[in-house]
T-cell receptor, first 114, second 113 residues
Protein backbone atom coordinates (compact mmCIF):
# COMPACT_ATOMS: atom_id res chain seq x y z
CA UNK A 1 0.00 0.00 0.00
CA UNK A 2 0.91 3.65 -0.04
CA UNK A 3 3.62 4.74 2.35
CA UNK A 4 4.61 8.18 3.52
CA UNK A 5 8.20 8.67 4.66
CA UNK A 6 8.39 11.41 7.23
CA UNK A 7 11.65 12.82 8.55
CA UNK A 8 13.18 13.44 10.92
CA UNK A 9 11.73 10.94 13.39
CA UNK A 10 12.56 13.23 16.30
CA UNK A 11 13.99 16.66 16.97
CA UNK A 12 15.43 18.28 20.09
CA UNK A 13 15.68 22.05 19.75
CA UNK A 14 16.09 25.17 21.84
CA UNK A 15 13.23 27.59 22.27
CA UNK A 16 13.37 30.23 19.55
CA UNK A 17 14.90 27.96 16.90
CA UNK A 18 13.22 27.18 13.60
CA UNK A 19 12.10 23.65 12.74
CA UNK A 20 11.69 21.89 9.42
CA UNK A 21 10.21 18.48 8.68
CA UNK A 22 9.14 16.81 5.45
CA UNK A 23 7.23 13.94 3.93
CA UNK A 24 7.77 12.06 0.71
CA UNK A 25 5.57 9.52 -1.02
CA UNK A 26 5.91 6.96 -3.76
CA UNK A 27 2.42 7.93 -4.93
CA UNK A 28 0.69 11.15 -5.89
CA UNK A 29 -1.72 12.80 -3.47
CA UNK A 30 -4.34 15.44 -4.25
CA UNK A 31 -4.31 16.83 -0.72
CA UNK A 32 -1.56 17.14 1.87
CA UNK A 33 -2.37 17.75 5.52
CA UNK A 34 -0.30 18.44 8.60
CA UNK A 35 -1.62 17.44 12.04
CA UNK A 36 -0.25 17.79 15.58
CA UNK A 37 -1.01 15.30 18.32
CA UNK A 38 -0.57 15.99 22.03
CA UNK A 39 -0.36 13.15 24.57
CA UNK A 40 -3.74 11.58 25.24
CA UNK A 41 -5.45 13.49 22.45
CA UNK A 42 -6.37 12.99 18.83
CA UNK A 43 -4.57 14.73 15.95
CA UNK A 44 -5.48 18.37 15.39
CA UNK A 45 -5.25 19.88 11.91
CA UNK A 46 -2.59 22.56 11.45
CA UNK A 47 -2.52 23.21 7.71
CA UNK A 48 -4.27 21.81 4.62
CA UNK A 49 -2.80 22.03 1.11
CA UNK A 50 -4.85 21.40 -2.02
CA UNK A 51 -2.77 22.44 -5.03
CA UNK A 52 0.69 21.47 -6.24
CA UNK A 53 3.17 24.26 -5.47
CA UNK A 54 0.84 25.82 -2.89
CA UNK A 55 2.56 27.56 0.02
CA UNK A 56 0.32 28.21 3.04
CA UNK A 57 0.98 29.82 6.41
CA UNK A 58 -0.83 29.59 9.72
CA UNK A 59 0.85 31.89 12.24
CA UNK A 60 4.38 30.62 12.79
CA UNK A 61 3.71 27.55 10.63
CA UNK A 62 4.37 27.37 6.90
CA UNK A 63 3.75 24.34 4.70
CA UNK A 64 4.21 23.62 1.02
CA UNK A 65 2.66 21.11 -1.39
CA UNK A 66 5.46 19.82 -3.63
CA UNK A 67 5.11 20.39 -7.38
CA UNK A 68 5.44 16.66 -8.08
CA UNK A 69 2.51 16.06 -5.63
CA UNK A 70 4.69 13.45 -3.93
CA UNK A 71 6.09 15.56 -1.12
CA UNK A 72 5.36 18.27 1.40
CA UNK A 73 7.23 20.12 4.12
CA UNK A 74 6.32 21.95 7.31
CA UNK A 75 8.34 24.76 8.88
CA UNK A 76 7.82 26.14 12.37
CA UNK A 77 9.51 29.44 13.09
CA UNK A 78 10.66 30.74 16.49
CA UNK A 79 9.61 27.60 18.38
CA UNK A 80 8.02 27.87 21.83
CA UNK A 81 7.54 25.22 24.55
CA UNK A 82 3.90 24.57 23.57
CA UNK A 83 5.08 23.39 20.14
CA UNK A 84 6.08 20.13 21.83
CA UNK A 85 4.18 17.16 20.41
CA UNK A 86 4.06 14.74 17.52
CA UNK A 87 3.61 16.15 14.03
CA UNK A 88 2.10 14.02 11.29
CA UNK A 89 1.83 14.53 7.58
CA UNK A 90 -1.10 12.92 5.82
CA UNK A 91 -2.06 12.51 2.20
CA UNK A 92 -5.45 12.04 0.65
CA UNK A 93 -6.66 11.13 -2.81
CA UNK A 94 -10.40 11.85 -2.76
CA UNK A 95 -13.01 9.73 -4.41
CA UNK A 96 -13.36 6.13 -5.46
CA UNK A 97 -11.56 3.69 -3.21
CA UNK A 98 -9.99 6.52 -1.20
CA UNK A 99 -13.17 7.82 0.42
CA UNK A 100 -12.42 9.07 3.92
CA UNK A 101 -8.94 7.56 3.92
CA UNK A 102 -5.90 9.46 5.09
CA UNK A 103 -2.45 7.91 4.70
CA UNK A 104 -0.16 9.08 7.50
CA UNK A 105 3.56 9.50 7.91
CA UNK A 106 5.30 7.93 10.90
CA UNK A 107 5.38 11.23 12.78
CA UNK A 108 8.06 13.65 14.01
CA UNK A 109 8.45 13.95 17.79
CA UNK A 110 9.36 17.54 18.65
CA UNK A 111 10.96 18.47 21.97
CA UNK A 112 11.61 22.13 22.76
CA UNK A 113 14.04 23.03 25.54
CA UNK A 114 13.31 26.36 27.24
CA UNK B 1 -20.16 23.39 18.21
CA UNK B 2 -19.24 20.15 19.94
CA UNK B 3 -16.30 18.20 18.58
CA UNK B 4 -15.99 14.51 17.83
CA UNK B 5 -16.82 12.46 20.92
CA UNK B 6 -15.49 8.97 21.49
CA UNK B 7 -16.57 6.67 24.30
CA UNK B 8 -15.26 5.11 26.37
CA UNK B 9 -11.85 6.78 26.69
CA UNK B 10 -10.22 3.68 28.17
CA UNK B 11 -10.99 -0.02 28.01
CA UNK B 12 -9.31 -3.10 29.38
CA UNK B 13 -10.26 -6.46 27.92
CA UNK B 14 -8.86 -9.97 27.86
CA UNK B 15 -7.96 -12.09 24.87
CA UNK B 16 -10.92 -13.68 23.15
CA UNK B 17 -13.42 -11.06 24.29
CA UNK B 18 -15.11 -8.61 21.99
CA UNK B 19 -15.40 -4.84 22.30
CA UNK B 20 -17.57 -2.05 20.89
CA UNK B 21 -16.35 1.52 20.60
CA UNK B 22 -18.56 4.51 19.90
CA UNK B 23 -18.06 7.72 17.95
CA UNK B 24 -20.37 10.74 17.74
CA UNK B 25 -19.38 13.01 14.87
CA UNK B 26 -19.58 16.78 14.68
CA UNK B 27 -23.15 17.89 14.05
CA UNK B 28 -23.81 17.95 10.29
CA UNK B 29 -20.93 15.64 9.43
CA UNK B 30 -22.03 12.50 7.62
CA UNK B 31 -18.71 10.74 7.07
CA UNK B 32 -16.94 8.86 9.86
CA UNK B 33 -13.51 7.26 9.45
CA UNK B 34 -11.80 4.97 11.94
CA UNK B 35 -8.05 4.59 12.50
CA UNK B 36 -5.86 2.37 14.65
CA UNK B 37 -2.75 3.96 16.17
CA UNK B 38 0.10 1.82 17.52
CA UNK B 39 3.76 2.65 18.22
CA UNK B 40 4.91 0.13 15.64
CA UNK B 41 2.49 0.70 12.76
CA UNK B 42 1.51 4.31 13.33
CA UNK B 43 -1.89 5.50 12.18
CA UNK B 44 -3.64 2.96 9.98
CA UNK B 45 -7.01 3.43 8.25
CA UNK B 46 -9.66 0.90 9.27
CA UNK B 47 -12.83 1.94 7.40
CA UNK B 48 -15.11 4.81 6.45
CA UNK B 49 -18.87 5.14 6.68
CA UNK B 50 -21.20 7.56 4.95
CA UNK B 51 -24.99 7.52 5.12
CA UNK B 52 -24.94 4.19 6.95
CA UNK B 53 -22.85 2.55 4.21
CA UNK B 54 -19.25 1.41 4.37
CA UNK B 55 -17.55 3.02 1.40
CA UNK B 56 -13.95 2.17 2.07
CA UNK B 57 -12.03 -0.39 4.05
CA UNK B 58 -8.42 -0.73 5.06
CA UNK B 59 -6.31 -3.85 5.28
CA UNK B 60 -7.56 -5.32 8.55
CA UNK B 61 -9.00 -8.76 9.28
CA UNK B 62 -12.72 -9.40 9.37
CA UNK B 63 -12.67 -9.32 13.18
CA UNK B 64 -12.79 -5.55 12.78
CA UNK B 65 -16.21 -4.30 11.76
CA UNK B 66 -18.28 -1.19 12.05
CA UNK B 67 -21.60 0.39 11.40
CA UNK B 68 -23.18 3.79 11.16
CA UNK B 69 -26.60 4.87 12.32
CA UNK B 70 -29.07 7.24 10.72
CA UNK B 71 -27.88 10.08 12.99
CA UNK B 72 -24.31 9.51 11.66
CA UNK B 73 -23.07 8.10 14.96
CA UNK B 74 -20.77 5.16 14.36
CA UNK B 75 -19.59 2.13 16.24
CA UNK B 76 -16.72 -0.21 15.62
CA UNK B 77 -16.51 -3.74 16.93
CA UNK B 78 -13.53 -5.99 17.39
CA UNK B 79 -14.29 -9.65 18.02
CA UNK B 80 -12.01 -12.34 19.43
CA UNK B 81 -9.52 -9.82 20.75
CA UNK B 82 -5.80 -10.48 20.38
CA UNK B 83 -2.93 -8.92 22.31
CA UNK B 84 -1.89 -7.07 19.16
CA UNK B 85 -5.21 -5.24 19.09
CA UNK B 86 -4.02 -3.05 21.96
CA UNK B 87 -3.99 0.42 20.48
CA UNK B 88 -5.48 3.88 20.44
CA UNK B 89 -8.56 3.81 18.22
CA UNK B 90 -9.39 7.16 16.67
CA UNK B 91 -12.42 8.24 14.77
CA UNK B 92 -12.62 11.28 12.55
CA UNK B 93 -15.63 12.98 11.03
CA UNK B 94 -15.98 15.14 7.96
CA UNK B 95 -18.81 16.63 5.96
CA UNK B 96 -18.79 14.10 3.16
CA UNK B 97 -15.49 12.22 3.21
CA UNK B 98 -14.16 13.72 -0.02
CA UNK B 99 -11.71 16.62 0.21
CA UNK B 100 -13.35 17.74 3.45
CA UNK B 101 -11.16 18.12 6.49
CA UNK B 102 -11.26 15.26 8.95
CA UNK B 103 -11.63 16.23 12.60
CA UNK B 104 -10.45 13.69 15.14
CA UNK B 105 -11.79 12.65 18.49
CA UNK B 106 -9.54 12.03 21.50
CA UNK B 107 -9.62 8.29 20.90
CA UNK B 108 -10.34 5.15 22.89
CA UNK B 109 -7.32 3.49 24.48
CA UNK B 110 -7.85 -0.29 24.32
CA UNK B 111 -5.61 -2.59 26.31
CA UNK B 112 -5.90 -6.34 25.71
CA UNK B 113 -4.49 -8.54 28.48
Amino acid sequence: GQQLNQSPQSMFIQEGEDVSMNCTSSSIFNTWLWYKQDPGEGPVLLIALYKAGELTSNGRLTAQFGITRKDSFLNISASIPSDVGIYFCAGQTPGGTSYGKLTFGQGTILTVHP
Amino acid sequence: KAGVTQTPRYLIKTRGQQVTLSCSPISGHRSVSWYQQTPGQGLQFLFEYFSETQRNKGNFPGRFSGRQFSNSRSEMNVSTLELGDSALYLCASSLSGGKDIQYFGAGTRLSVL
